[in-house]
Structure formats: C-alpha cells, structure tokens
C-alpha cells in the first residue's frame, strides 16, 4: 500500500511523514531527503541534482523517478513524501506502483496559507532555503505541483487536511484522513502521544 503526501514546502508534510511512517510501520520515502544526502556524499546523482536543489528548481523526472523506483517492492508500505511533483511524475508513479504490484491507497493533500508557508520556510532557513529559492520553490509548486490536487481529485484519492495548527492537532487530522484504509494499516493505532 502506497500513501502520497502532498503540499507545499513548508507545508509540514515532512514532519507528518515521519511521524505516520514510524507509527504505522511504513517506510518514509522524502525524495527532498534523498537528493540532499545524494549531494552531501558527492555521488555522481547528487552532483547532477546540486545545481536544481540549489536553485529551488524541480531535479529532472527522470533521476528522481530513478531514486523512488530503487526503493519500491510489493512487500512493504510506502509512504511517498515529495514525489510526485509534476504530472509526468505522477504518470511515473502509476507505472512504478503497477510494476512493484502496489496500490495507491490515498493522497493527502496538507492546506496551509500561503502567509504562513514564508513564515515557516523564513523560520526554518535550511541550506536550500534562501529568499530567492523560497520565492523559486512556492512559484515551482504553484506552477508544477498544484495541478496534482485537481488531478488525484478526480480519481477519488484526494484527503485534505488543515495543515495550520498545533503538530498533534495536524497528526490526529492525518490519522483521521487515512483511518479507513482497511487491514493494511496496523490496528489498533497507538494513542496519539
Ligand atoms: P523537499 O525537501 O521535498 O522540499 O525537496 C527539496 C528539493 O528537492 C526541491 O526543491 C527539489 O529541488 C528537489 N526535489 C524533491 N523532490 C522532488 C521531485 N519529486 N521532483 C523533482 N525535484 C524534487
């Protein structure tokens, strides 16, 4: 079973991602995370993704398919935090949840103000995350990634969760988001702490 989360940066789904993977059993795949330990260790794969990353800018399709398909396999559940990105992407994504005999089970889709995504990436300031590739990464989101609301809408698997509010708050709206998804997920979950 396969469960998308999707949003803005500073959308907080990053934060929501590990925390469901770790009480559901789930395997946590943030491409984000992947592309910047690639960098960090100098592999040729972080060297092509730098010039992107740097930039705010999306890594070509096709490494970052590359990345996600290495990872996918029947046996595990996945939770996908930041891929896909685009359409192309998405359209990538079936055919990888297809060939690894998957299923998509729900994309969450995290709703916070555009005001309050500044404030958080300006709170966060990671190395990625100057003024301009701030400015670079909402427009990029807004232009590439938005469009996969509509697009997941359409086929039934869309869950929006507020995503303003207090860590737990937002916790128990994803539980409650993704609660119906049958024996695949663990039961009974563990009290929110
Ligand atoms: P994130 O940590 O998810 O906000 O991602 C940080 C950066 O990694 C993005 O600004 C992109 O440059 C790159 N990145 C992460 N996921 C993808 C993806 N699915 N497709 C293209 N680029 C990505």
């Not at 740097?54 to 890594?59: C, T």
């Not at 998509?104 to 300006?122: Q, S, T």
């Amino acid at each position: 079973m396969i469960i998308v989360f999707l949003g803005a940066p500073g959308s907080g789904k990053g934060t929501q991602a590990s925390r469901l993977a770790a009480r559901r059993h789930m395997v946590h795949l943030s491409t984000g995370d992947l592309l910047r330990e690639a960098r960090a260790r100098g592999t040729p794969l972080g060297r092509l993704a730098a010039e992107h990353l740097d930039a705010g800018r999306l890594v070509p399709d096709d490494l970052v398919a590359g990345l996600v398909a290495e990872r996918l396999n029947e046996g595990d559940d996945f939770l996908l935090d930041g891929f896909p990105r685009n359409i192309s992407q998405a359209a990538r994504l079936d055919d990888l949840i297809r060939e690894a005999g998957q299923t998509l089970a729900a994309v969450v889709f995290f709703e916070v103000p555009e005001g309050e995504l500044v404030r958080r990436l300006v709170k966060r300031a990671r190395s990625d995350d100057t003024p301009d590739t701030i400015r670079r990464r909402l427009h990029v989101y807004a232009e590439e990634t938005a469009p996969l609301i509509a697009h997941y809408e359409d086929r039934g698997v869309l869950r929006r969760v507020a995503g303003v509010g207090d860590i737990e708050e937002i916790a128990a709206r994803v539980a409650r988001a993704v609660g119906d998804e049958g024996e695949a997920l663990t039961w009974p979950l563990p009290a929110l702490d």
